[in-house]
């Protein structure tokens, strides 16, 4: 993971950036899980300690009668959050996933969300209405980054840069740098566009300004718990949000990477997207959401501390309406004000990143936006 401050000092150029994390996921790796009504127990591959998943138990008869445009319902209740998993990547690096552990039970009210991220032309609406500029348009000042060149201090953000050739996995700034330009309306840097991209998610926005569109949309960003409910659709520990199988006969169910990662060129695009994909092209999950797996992340409310689900875990009770940590704590980057992401993107592989995986985290530093990272509201 990187932050904009910390891209800065590593490579002089401004970059706005907090990168997610990854995790293994493999298809044959877990037992298989049933719907609703069924336990499921779950053994790591790395301790004989049995993860046990409980019954999803909606609640019912709550759903109210007028939907907002674009929304379903979803109807809370109590189920099973968190991860079974706690190795990165098919490489088995131990321990860098454990703030996904434990699975704990939670319950949720019933909430309305957004069946899609927010669109290009949704933000677009919201900017016209307001005059909103985000973070990404906006020059950084020598205050907020002091030592930095007056000319590096240009307005932009980050971008993934694919590699000309095969590269090592642990060094992350082989494949993201900093474009001064880029920002949601050109996603890529000042020689790229959203024309004709209405539907398409909305990119480069950093959790303030996804905080500020759905202010204004009368809407607010899902906690974490809230999030993973949806993701689940009612049921329990089940892998993706389609089932425990990546593919469903022989076909992709999210926009993921597929090929040689990050090389220029090697997504193979067996899902029928290389990169980023307009929304709702796969089927929805079970509550009528799409893409709550790949494409981009979302940010949601809760501020990020790796220890959190420890915490809730410890307390040995159903945790209700949890809101995230009161502050926040990411022992690699200490002193960084982070929020939690959830879901994956285009950029997720078997190879380096599979949280698409359900239960997975990411995370990212307040200010800090990326060409992978867009949002939903809930209300």
Not at 37 to 42: C, T
Not at 327 to 355: A, I, M, W
């Amino acid at each position: 993971m990187i932050s904009k401050k910390k891209i800065l000092y590593v490579l002089a150029p401004l970059v706005a950036l907090l990168l997610i994390g990854y995790i293994v996921t493999s298809s044959d790796f877990f037992m298989n899980s049933d719907s609703k009504s069924a336990d499921v127990s779950i053994n790591t591959d790395d301790s004989n300690k049995e993860v046990h998943f409980s019954s999803t138990i909606e609640n019912k008869n709550n759903k109210p009668k007028d939907a907002p445009e674009g929304m379903v319902w979803i109807p809370g209740g109590e189920f099973s959050m968190g991860c079974s998993v706690s190795n990165e990547s098919l490489c088995g690096v131990k321990g860098i996933t454990n703030d996904a552990n434990p699975v704990h039970r939670v319950y949720v009210d019933g909430f309305w969300m957004d069946k899609t991220e927010v669109t290009n032309k949704q933000f677009a609406a919201f900017v016209k209405a307001t005059g909103y500029v985000t973070v990404a348009e906006i020059k950084p000042s020598a205050e907020e980054f002091p030592g930095v060149p007056a000319d590096k201090l240009i307005a932009g953000t980050a971008v993934f840069m694919p590699t000309k050739q095969e590269v090592p996995l642990n060094d992350y700034l082989r494949w993201w740098g900093y474009v001064g330009g880029a920002n949601w309306r050109h996603p890529l840097g000042p020689d790229s566009s959203i024309e004709g991209k209405d539907n398409y998610p909305v990119v480069q926005v950093c959790y303030e300004d996804a905080i500020a569109y759905a202010k204004w949309a009368g809407k607010r960003l899902a906690t974490e718990a809230e999030w993973e409910f949806a993701a689940r659709g009612g049921k329990s520990g089940e892998l993706y949000a389609w089932g425990n199988t990546l593919t469903v006969d022989g076909k992709f169910q999210a926009n993921i990477y597929q090929g040689k990662f990050p090389v220029d060129g090697a997504d193979a695009a067996e899902d029928g997207f290389a990169g980023i994909a307009p929304t709702a092209q796969y089927k929805a999950n079970a509550y009528g959401l799409y893409d709550m797996s790949g494409n981009v992340w979302e940010w949601v409310n809760d501020w990020y501390d790796a220890n959190y689900y420890a915490q809730l875990a410890s307390e040995n009770k159903v945790s209700k309406n949890p809101q995230g940590p009161a502050t926040f704590n990411d022992p690699n980057e200490p002193g960084l004000p982070k929020r939690v992401h959830r879901g994956g993107s285009f950029l997720c592989t078997e190879q380096y990143c599979t949280r698409y995986m359900l239960g997975t985290r990411g995370n990212g530093e307040v200010k800090s936006a990326a060409n992978h990272i867009g949002f939903r509201c809930v209300k």
